[in-house]
């Protein structure tokens, strides 16, 4: 699920923020009419707004505006910044790394973690950068825009690792099917 403007804030249960560019209600319908019918074992890799929808559609919550809490906007602005990795995530294993650079264009992140994800990158500021699931699915939220540094080691290996997990599930679902 790629990037897009922001999720309604009525959608985690608060008022929305006078900051707020909303992203238009009829992607937020499908996208979350097509996530509540997707099968747990669909790979899943949510850039930027897909971090934040599927987080919210787990039952989390958005910071909605970071300067209020940052006094600075240096993430919605593309510049290229570090993120600090869980040494023991999937994610730092896939990555390679447990420092990770890559480009923001967003004013809101993740503030309560939806149910089945876990905290695994953060900005040195405190900002929540990556959330993977809990159930060992492939499942991956990325705050920042991997697609932005597509040269970067890192950032081709998580989309071969995601492109790997989409053949893998498409060769499982058809050999069911054959069966």
Known sequence: IP??????????????????????????????????????????????????FINVMEG?????????RLGHNRHSGGELQSYELDATSRLAKILGKT??????????AVSRVGNGYRVVARHEDGTI??????????????????????EDDATQRLFAQFVAAASEYRGQKHAAVLR
């Open 3 to 52: 990037g897009g403007a922001d999720i309604d804030a009525k959608h985690f249960g608060e008022e929305l923020h006078p900051a707020a560019v909303l992203q238009d209600e009829r992607r937020f319908r499908a996208e979350s009419d097509l996530y509540q019918n997707l099968p747990g074992s669909v790979p899943i890799l949510g850039i930027c707004y897909g971090c934040q």
């Open 60 to 68: 989390g919550a958005l910071e909605q505006h970071l300067p209020d």
């Open 99 to 108: 420092v990770v650079q890559g480009k923001s264009f967003h004013h809101q």
């Open 129 to 150: 950068e990556a959330l993977e699931s809990t159930d060992g699915s492939w499942r991956f939220l990325i705050q920042w825009h991997p697609e932005r540094t597509q």
